[in-house]
């Protein structure tokens, strides 16, 4: 993951993180640039997903389905049947 120093635009590294949750994450950066030198925390945090995760796809796919109504649901096992 690149950073950038938002004193001098330069590039920064980690030097440190701090993982407060599964979620969020605190990153200790400082700049490289040997003029500039600041150090600085960002933050890292999860957004939300496009796509479950291969071990949660089949509770993924159980649990829409189950909203489906039941004329839907047939004809959707119908479709599968079919191939
Ligand atoms: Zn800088």
Redesign the pocket.
Known sequence: MKIQ?R??N?K?IITSTNRLSCDFTRLYCT?R?AQ???SFVMQLSYSHGLRPAANKLDQHLVEQMRELPPERLEALMNQLKAG
Do not use: D, V
Request: hydrophobic share 10%.
């Open positions: 120093c004193e001098c330069g920064a700049c640039t500039c030198g600041h």
